[in-house]
């Protein structure tokens, strides 16, 4: 299917070079013919139509999501944007702060304008039921059960945090906002600057999600002071008020923590990928960060009684069923 679907684009005589993938089951190549290149994106298990769509309204915008060059069920052919990844480039610590303006560019430039038809909205209620992960999964599988009722208290009070300070939803959030999911691409200008990747999964949510998710990544470290000036670039662009905005940050930073410590332990008993159990401390540093706040107290003494934190021997018990891949 996927040499005649090539075929009919006219890219089968293309040189094929695997790229790396992502956490779900798509699988990216990039393809060379005559000095020009193509990404091809094979997803069995996903919607490609929705990504083309999404990735239409997203260039429609003036945003730099890629090109759809060709498409068919589980398959699609886009424009080559490159591999300046901004987690590769802001390795160099000065380069850090004007690649994450740039990416908070891309967010205000997209919150200009209303959602596409069609997503899901990410209510408060909606977060908060995404968050079962880190009790079926991360305490579940770190041998540490945590009983139904303690997690419907959990699930109470962080929906009740999240009706309170960070109820609205009405932008396109693209949900795994962070870094290796960014390009740069400086031929371009403005937000257009910021090459958008992997936004199949995207819903009508709180302005804050994408903002938390690149400045709370769960790959590397973002510096507090790169982190201060995006939380006061997107304020100065957008006009809120401060204080509100940096509750609902936490907010939604406790959800999208508690939820990726449950999805990286399922990756790693799921599909053997073990190397996500590494990147748990990094998260649950975040969690920890976020339940700081006073909006999030009840959450917080819940979870303290029910997540174990990610010493060595938890760690070890996360990797253990795993096979190397």
């Known amino acids: 299917m996927t040499m005649a679907f090539l075929e009919t684009a006219q890219w089968n005589a293309a040189a094929v070079t695997p790229l790396a993938g992502d956490a779900s089951a798509r699988r990216y190549s990039r393809l060379e013919r005559g000095g020009d290149t193509a990404i091809l994106m094979e997803d069995p298990e996903g919607d490609t139509a929705l990504f083309a769509r999404l990735a239409r309204h997203l260039s429609g915008l003036g945003l730099s999501a890629p090109r759809i060059l060709a498409e068919a069920p589980g398959l699609l052919l886009l424009e080559d944007l490159g591999d300046g990844l901004i987690a590769r480039l802001s390795q160099d610590v000065k380069a850090e702060l004007p690649l994450y303006l740039c990416a908070t560019d891309a967010l205000v430039e997209l919150h200009r304008h209303a959602p596409p038809p069609g997503l899901v909205t990410a209510t ?23 009983a139904p009722r303690v997690v419907q208290q959990a699930t109470d009070a962080l929906r009740e945090a ?8 009405d932008v396109m959030i693209l949900r795994d906002y962070h870094a290796e999911n960014i390009l740069w691409l ?18 009508v949510g709180h302005r804050g999600y994408d903002l938390v998710s690149l400045i709370e990544d769960a790959r590397r470290d973002v510096s507090a002071i ?4 995006v939380i006061h670039h997107y304020l100065d662009a957008t006009g809120l008020d401060e204080m509100p905005f940096r509750i609902a940050l936490a907010v939604l930073g406790a959800q999208r923590n508690l939820r990726i410590l ?3 332990a399922r990756l790693a008993r799921a599909r053997g990928k073990p190397g996500y159990i590494d990147l748990i401390p990094r998260v649950w540093g975040h969690l920890m960060h976020d ?5 999030l107290r009840e959450v917080s003494d819940i979870l303290s009684h029910a997540l174990p934190a990610p010493d060595h021997a938890i760690l070890q018990r996360l990797k253990a069923p795993c096979q190397t891949p």
């Open 162 to 169: 999240l009706s309170l300070y960070a109820p609205d939803a």
């Open 291 to 295: 339940l700081s706040f006073p909006a």
């Open 226 to 229: 790169t982190a201060e000036a």
């Open 262 to 264: 449950g999805v990286f």
């Open 124 to 146: 408060p209620d909606h977060l908060a039921q995404m968050t079962d992960l880190a009790f079926t999964c991360y305490a579940e599988n770190a041998g540490h059960p945590v």
């Open 186 to 203: 400086p031929e371009r200008t403005g937000a257009a600057r910021a090459g958008l990747l992997d936004f199949q999964d995207a819903l």
